[in-house]
């Protein structure tokens, strides 16, 4: 795991009233309708480095250069089109609101067309005291409140989308006071480096108390896996074409793919694909040579007779260093 940044260790009390003049910062609920564990995993927080790299609150990696917000994202376009709703983090008054932009990956579309719109579909809150919330890349037509409204902590303000400046689905929720960024998993974060205190206690945060345990800070994760017939691909995988495949003896490969974020350099990525008796049908093993925000691989073998019926397995295994980040498997039953 990498290690923890090194917080002063203050009060909440102490934090709010040197850092923030005695006015109370609001208390954040979750601004997204889903557990943000494996359901919809945190991607990326805020960049807590002060030159051209980035590390996030934890000194790990899950954030890119500059990025000012929390991004709640979901598995694939799958999930995103059965609707996944975001919601107020605390009760305050609508400022702007954008909708209509299409929910394409800038990757297909392109920075140009995005004409300044990076945030895509979106919402801003103000909250008492300058403070404000955003959420953005909101899904095309989903946006529900109005400039003037006020809304109250929970209520629905739109649903998870793909517009503006991103490659996944995901809202990305920023907090600001008095128009500074403020990261709410470390709002009194001091900009020293990582590891020179070690952090005996949790440090505060913005986030309601009852949030610790579903908010903890998870380095990497799996977020999607499953079978194909053919060799699998990303842009394929994510708009869910092989979320219902059906494999047969006569399918012409068995294909074991996966998509995780959070891959660090140095980390080994064990993949293997077992038929109905337990045979090793294709094993690979990857170190990485750099960080990936987000991995896709793949592992199958082709057919050269019928494949038996029964259950086949895709299992990964993650390994930093001496510690196991994740071993998961998935099962697909041939008939």
């Known amino acids: 795991m990498p290690q923890r940044c090194a917080h002063f260790l203050v009060g ?19 601004p997204i309708q ?20 980035w590390r996030d609150h934890a000194c790990g990696t ?3 250069d500059g990025h000012t917000g929390t991004d709640f994202r979901v598995a694939d376009l799958v999930a995103m089109n059965a609707g996944v709703n975001v919601v107020a983090a605390a009760a305050g008054t609508v400022i702007a609101t954008r909708d209509g932009e299409p929910d394409v990956s800038v990757r297909q579309r392109g920075r140009p067309a995005l004409a300044g719109k990076d945030a895509g579909n979106s919402v801003r809150i103000g909250h008492p005291d300058g403070w404000e919330t ?16 006020s809304v109250s902590a929970g209520a629905v303000l739109g649903q998870v989308g793909l517009s503006g400046n991103t490659e996944f689905p995901h809202v990305d929720f920023t907090v600001r006071h008095q128009g500074k960024t403020i990261d709410p998993f470390a709002p009194g974060a001091p900009s020293h480096a990582c590891g020179t205190v070690p952090l005996t206690n949790p440090p505060p945060t913005l ?32 708009a869910g074409a092989y979320a219902d495949i059906r494999l047969t003896p006569a399918s012409p490969a068995i294909v074991f793919w996966l998509s995780m974020f959070g891959l660090q350099r140095g980390d080994i990525v064990e993949m293997r694909l077992s038929n109905p008796d337990g045979q090793i049908l294709a094993h690979s093993r990857t170190v990485a040579e750099g960080n990936k925000a987000v991995w896709f691989a793949l592992l199958g073998k082709r057919r050269t007779a019928a494949w038996p019926t029964g259950q086949y397995s895709g299992r990964v295994l993650l390994r930093r260093g001496e510690q196991v980040v994740f071993d998961e498997a998935r099962t697909i039953t041939l008939h």
């Open 12 to 30: 909440l009390t102490s934090l709010l009233l040197v850092g923030w003049g005695g006015a109370a910062p609001p208390v954040l609920s979750l």
């Open 34 to 53: 889903c557990p943000p564990g494996a359901d919809c995993p945190i991607q990326n927080y805020v960049d807590h480095d002060t030159g051209p790299g």
């Open 62 to 64: 899950l954030s890119y």
């Open 134 to 149: 955003q959420y953005s890349h909101l899904k095309r037509g989903s946006v529900t409140v109005r400039p003037g409204q």
């Open 207 to 238: 986030w309601d108390p009852a949030l610790a345990k579903a908010l903890n800070y998870r380095s990497s994760g799996l977020l999607t896996a499953g079978f194909a017939p053919e060799p699998a691909h990303r842009d394929k995988a994510d």
